[in-house]
């Protein structure tokens, strides 16, 4: 069992940046596949951002690109996720997620990911 674990939530203004922070405890974390994905109220949970196993693939949502940035420090067995030019659309509840496979083929499919964390939620005001 893997428990993922998120941090970094907050209120900021519009244009602003924060950084998020997940957690992965429960087995080798070099080994897991992370994304993170994020969901507004009365919509469904949308794909964020999934870096693998290497460290180097990196793949993002279209709305977040340029914008966002995925990396994972296997020291701290932690995967970041730093926001900048945050705008009202990015208000959300983000969630981090592991995937139990070392490869994972579509991973801005949330079905791809066994492990969820609670959540932090991010709140961009205009």
């Known amino acids: 069992q893997v428990r993922v674990v998120e941090s970094g939530g907050g209120l900021v203004q519009a244009g602003g940046s924060l950084r998020l922070s997940c957690t992965a405890s429960g087995r080798t974390f070099s080994s897991l596949p992370m994304g993170w994905f994020r969901q507004a109220p009365g919509k469904e949970r949308l794909f964020v951002a999934y870096?693998?196993?290497?460290?180097?693939?990196?793949d993002y949502a279209d709305s977040v690109k340029g914008r966002f940035t995925i990396s994972r420090d296997g020291a701290k067995n932690t995967v970041d996720l730093q926001m900048n030019s945050l705008t009202p659309e990015d208000t959300a509840v983000y969630y981090c997620?592991?995937?139990?496979?070392?490869?994972?083929?579509?991973?801005?499919?949330?079905?791809?990911?066994?492990?969820w964390g609670q959540g932090t939620q991010v709140t961009v005001s205009s």
């Open positions: 870096i693998g196993v290497n460290g180097v693939t990196t």
């Open positions: 997620a592991a995937s139990r496979n070392s490869q994972i083929w579509y991973p801005s499919h949330s079905a791809q990911y066994e492990y």
